[in-house]
């Protein structure tokens, strides 16, 4: 990844980050032209070419960014929610579930889906490239559940086998799901209602109750 550092740099790369993101998520990556890219962030193709050497370099660098913005979001969110009980292992996976739908709810002010599923959809099968480092940031956010749904089935079900691995592919998996299910139905209580059992799924068996 280049370094920039000049004030005027820094701004052509976001504006240009910034449109890509926008324009990949409404449209999808093989339906946008580069030169929409340039014209809707007002950069010239040389200017283009000073911080990216290929669309495929842009794209790979509009996943970073999202990805560092879903991050620092997410902790702003969870900065402002109430304090967990520490002694409950799932109430950080609870905390995140919440940030969740207050970070979908600031995304539904702007058009398009999530740039990391359409990627995704569009990529996978035929970029190999572009699907693992998809792969890696669903493993990311597998992994922002996994140390805590272990530490509950260790506290409260220690007689029991618990892949905590994959129930937290699971819970991400319900997370994207709900993301599209809801735009597609345009029913704001729909992700609560989803995650609200899914909430209840995990006391009943990690929890506790499900000694």
Known sequence: MRTVRQPRAVETREKLLGEAARLFALKGYHD????????????????????????EELGFAVIDRHMEKRRRLLEEIEKRLPPPDKDDPLQPVFRRLDAIQEMIRHREQGQGGCVIGNLSTALSDTHDAFRRRLAECFDEMELEFTPHLAAAAERNCPERSV?????????????????????????????????????????????????
């Open 32 to 55: 946008t032209k580069l030169e929409e890219v340039l014209k809707a962030a007002r950069v010239t193709t040389g200017a283009f070419f000073h911080h990216f050497s290929s669309k």
């Open 163 to 211: 892949d905590a691995a994959a129930l937290a592919r699971y819970i991400v998996a319900l997370v994207e799901g709900s993301i599209m299910l809801t735009r597609t139905h345009q029913d704001r209580q729909m992700m609560a209602r989803h995650f609200d059992y899914l909430k209840a799924y995990l006391i009943q068996s990690l929890g506790a109750g499900g000694r």
